[in-house]
């Protein structure tokens, strides 16, 4: 009769061998534990033709919600946050938004170790609960993202190095670009990918497009020579409506592969009143065409796009009346 191995050595070899497996299949350990979550389910995704596709193959809809500044807002990057939003509204992506140039940003002056340890934070927490995240280089003002394309590079550089290997991390890197041309944001991109692919070979990026993320046309005309890669369209309901949704569709006809990493129900401003006809037609085309998207913002910011009331004080557990009328809406269509 064999003798039974001690316990120790049998957990020792049961998380070797778990490892070993989320190594070759490109799952990282703790999302991989954790079954039935999102990266469970799917993997690290990839971009085939105009969809985001998963280890199988499949397609998958990215159903996200954007944090708003995370120098003004990083109380709301933690895991029981996360796991309210995965398990109450069927998200499975958080998208951390980090302005550049504005009050706080990485490149005006902002606490670059703290904005970096809120990345990490927010990073982690995605991972131990199987979700995906999107670390985004948020540009607004500084408009033309070669403002401050070495800071970029840098910054990518970085991050890629960090989190190599975690299959659950994507790239936006350059939030909405304005007053510059398609040519000036692909130069810009063609200068900052190869810093994240040097780590990072297969990471789904994000690209904005010019006209805070609407000319998705001059992209399609001259897309970008890189593999893996998502082309980004914003809307505010009250403001973009038909004209948008037939830039979106004309891009994905031609090949483009079109991600939805901001909108809201509101006007451009992100405030005014909401327009819902506008805001369930683009429902309707997101789920149609299986776009991913996420949706601004996760604050108690006083304006309309904010998912949650100015009132509200938890940073978790929200419960109906905690929301805003626009978390109301984003949530219902989330668990539909």
Known sequence: MKQKAPRKILTAALAALLLAVCFLSGLSAPAYAAAGTPYAKHGALHVKGVNLTDSREKVVQLKGVSTHGIAWYPQY???????????????????????????????????????????????????????????????????????????????????????????????????????????????YANYVIPAIRKYSPKSVILVGTPTWCQDLDTAAASPLNQKNVMYTCHFYAASHGQFLRDKVNAARKSGLPVFISEFSICDASGNGAINYTEANKWKSRMNKNHLSYCAWSLSNKAETA????????????????????TGKWVKKMMKE
Request: proline content about 2%; charged content about 20%.
């Open 77 to 187: 990057v933690n895991q029981a946050a996360f796991k309210t939003l995965r398990d109450d509204w069927g998200a499975n992506c958080v998208r951390l938004a980090m302005y550049t140039q504005e009050y706080g940003g990485y490149t005006s002056g902002g606490d670059k170790a703290q904005l970096e340890a809120v990345l990490d934070r927010g990073v982690k927490a995605a991972a131990s609960l199987g979700m995906y995240v999107i670390i985004d280089w948020h540009i607004l003002s500084d408009g033309n993202p070669n403002t401050h394309r070495k800071a970029a590079k840098s910054f990518f550089t970085k991050m890629a190095k960090k989190y190599r290997g975690n299959g659950h991390v994507l790239y936006e890197i350059c939030n909405e670009p304005n007053g510059c041309s398609w040519a000036q944001v692909k130069n």
């Open 306 to 325: 904010s998912l949650l009331k100015s009132s509200t004080q938890k940073t978790s557990g929200w419960k109906t009346g905690d929301l805003s009328a």
